[in-house]
T-cell receptor
């Protein structure tokens, strides 16, 4: 069964500093990988996704993620964090179901705190 | 273009009651999925509908059910509410039939007392 591990429950960074959020997945075949962000009281917003092709994926809000098959990782990065990036970040892995669609399994999330 | 709309935003129910939550997907989206989010269990998949048919179902008891209408709007129902059903229920819709890019609503916060 597919699973996702986000090792860091909380991460604190200073505004302007770089950011890397870790994500490790367990899945037999080629996974569909996602990163979502959730602000307090809001739903999830898709930052980026990866299925195949270039292993470095660009997303919205200046985020990028790198797929490393050998490490089963899909870490999210941002070169310079803004205070508005403070939120909960979720990594997800999805497999194609017998129903013909991709249903994501989410990690437990990493809470990003940004200090001024 | 309007996003995914979930109603109501907040709900308080008593144990043993039943509840119905509503989700209006983005116009043109035919896939609708439901998730339960709790501090203890995180985000868990409930079910997915496409063109009024349930395509996938998560590992939840039969008290949780859903349906989708011809206009793609979806409802989920929870019967015989338990305290543990208190959660944020999120709905997501997708234009792509394989559900590879889901757009989430703001959720319905259900509190069972």
């Amino acid at each position: 069964a597919q699973s996702v591990t986000q090792p860091d429950i909380h991460i604190t960074v200073s505004e302007g500093a770089s950011l890397e959020l870790r994500c490790n997945y367990s899945y037999g075949a080629t996974p569909y990988l996602f990163w979502y962000v959730q602000s307090p009281g809001q739903g999830l917003q898709l930052l980026l996704k990866y299925f195949s092709g270039d292993t470095l994926v660009q997303g919205i809000k200046g985020f990028e993620a790198e797929f490393k098959r050998s490490q089963s990782s899909f870490n999210l990065r941002k070169p310079s964090v803004h205070w508005s990036d403070a939120a909960e970040y979720f990594c997800a892995v999805a497999e194609l179901t017998s129903g013909g669609s991709y249903i994501p399994t989410f990690g437990r999330g990493t809470s990003l705190i940004v200090h001024p | 273009k309007a996003g995914v709309t979930q109603t109501p935003r907040y709900l308080i129910k008593t144990r043993g009651q039943q509840v119905t939550l509503s989700c209006s997907p983005i116009s043109g989206h035919r896939s609708v999925s439901w998730y339960q989010q709790t501090p203890g269990q995180g985000l868990q998949f409930l079910f997915e509908y496409f063109s009024e048919t349930q395509r996938n179902k998560g590992n939840f008891p039969g008290r949780f059910s859903g349906r989708q209408f011809s206009n793609s709007r979806s409802e989920m129902n929870v019967s015989t509410l338990e305290l543990g059903d208190s959660a944020l229920y999120l709905c997501a819709s997708s234009l792509v039939s394989k559900n590879t890019e889901a757009f989430f609503g703001q959720g319905t916060r259900l509190t069972v007392v």
